[in-house]
């Protein structure tokens, strides 16, 4: 059974830290494309960033860049966003997601596989 599991979202207060955790089982890892999408209540599912299974080349949303790094362990089949410098525009459920496609993407729709998502709640 494939599963993407997040973990680490919570409530912290601007300009504070969290790092989100994505636990695959299931499927090959090495071969997947790992994504990060959050969404906002009343708004669309925005992509924040992914990982490439083909290289390991990553992509950051201009809203994120500089403050947000992916990265992934593949021995723990687990992929990390640490998240800093966070702001309250920032505040959403975070999912995690998996694409066979292996450059980095993030159009929802090629995307196989997703998570439950994990609140991230940012205060001012």
């Known amino acids: 059974e494939v599963q993407l599991v997040e973990s680490g979202g919570g409530l912290v207060q601007a300009g504070g830290s969290l790092r989100l955790s994505c636990a695959a089982s299931?499927?090959?890892?090495?071969?997947?494309?790992i994504g990060w999408f959050r969404q906002a209540p009343g708004k669309e599912r925005e992509g924040v960033s992914c990982?490439?299974?083909?290289?390991?080349?990553?992509y950051y949303a201009s809203s994120v860049k500089g403050r947000f790094t992916i990265s992934s362990d593949n021995a723990k089949n687990t992929v990390y966003l640490q998240m800093n410098s966070l702001k309250p525009e920032d505040t959403a459920v975070y999912y995690c997601?998996?694409?066979?496609?292996?450059?980095?993407?993030?159009?929802?729709?090629?995307?196989?596989?997703w998570g439950q998502g994990t609140q991230v709640t940012v205060s001012s």
């Open positions: 997601a998996g694409s066979i496609i292996r450059i980095a993407t993030m159009y929802p729709r090629l995307y196989d596989y």
């Open positions: 299931g499927f090959t890892f090495d071969d997947y494309t």
């Open positions: 990982i490439s299974a083909s290289d390991g080349s990553t």
